[in-house]
């Protein structure tokens, strides 16, 4: 009997001595797995960060390009410059013109917008937001003439176009609608008794693009 009670107590206190073992290593391992989950958390935060501070470190620094040489006005909103030795077309930002069909603002706009290239010698500068271009493959830019006059709210001061606001380009869009509110008041342009009678962008959807 006192055989089988020293056995018994060498098991028990073996088993005791497992458990107190065990506990440090299950307290190890699951403060391993915290610090690896933290570290993945970790990780994905500045991944994230990293993401977002290129995308707008980029347009930042692509704010305001060199000046380029516009070779022709394609309408009220588009014009055409070369880049790098290659053609392109820049679609303006933030503004809408009335196609050339609708006579007579369509041509109107169009010849306001060559006027003001003409008096900054045919040199713009390129200023880009965060998207660089459209579905059609078009820069999106701001045109700043010369003088550094923007050229978009030029258009839109005078009534040669309206707003066309297209998230994330919203750089200028509050400085966008008071100068088309004020054109409005002033009865200007395609905001006059005679003005325009449908939006362009209604009347692409009636007439859209082949």
């Given at each position: 009997?006192?055989g ?20 440090p ?43 380029v ?34 006579k ?12 003001v ?32 006059k ?13 707003i ?21 008041e ?7 008794e ?10 692409r ?6």
């Amino acid at each position: 009997m006192t055989g089988l009670v020293s056995v018994s107590s060498s098991t028990g206190l073996k088993n005791r001595d497992q458990k107190v073992y065990n506990k440090p290593v299950q307290k190890k391992q699951s403060k391993l797995k915290t610090i690896n989950l933290v570290s993945v958390i970790f990780f994905l935060l500045a991944s994230a960060f990293y993401l977002v501070h290129e995308k707008y470190s980029v347009s930042g620094q692509q704010k305001v390009e060199q000046f380029v040489t516009v070779s022709a006005v394609n309408d009220g909103d588009t014009v055409s410059v070369i880049v790098n030795k290659k053609q392109e077309k820049v679609r303006l930002i933030g503004i809408d013109a009335p196609e050339i069909v609708q006579k007579p603002w369509g041509w109107e706009a169009k010849k306001f917008l060559e006027s003001v290239m003409s008096s900054s010698g045919w040199r713009v500068r390129l200023e880009f937001d965060v998207d660089k271009r459209d579905k059609y493959g078009r820069i999106l830019a701001y045109l700043r003439t010369a003088d550094g006059k923007l050229v978009n709210l030029l258009l839109l001061k005078g009534g040669y176009a309206m707003i066309f606001t297209l998230p994330p380009n919203v750089r200028y869009s509050s400085e966008f609608r008071t100068a088309q509110q004020e054109a409005r008041e002033g009865r200007l342009g395609i905001w006059s008794e005679k003005g325009l009678k449908e939006r362009p962008a209604d009347y692409r959807k009636e007439h859209p693009r082949i």
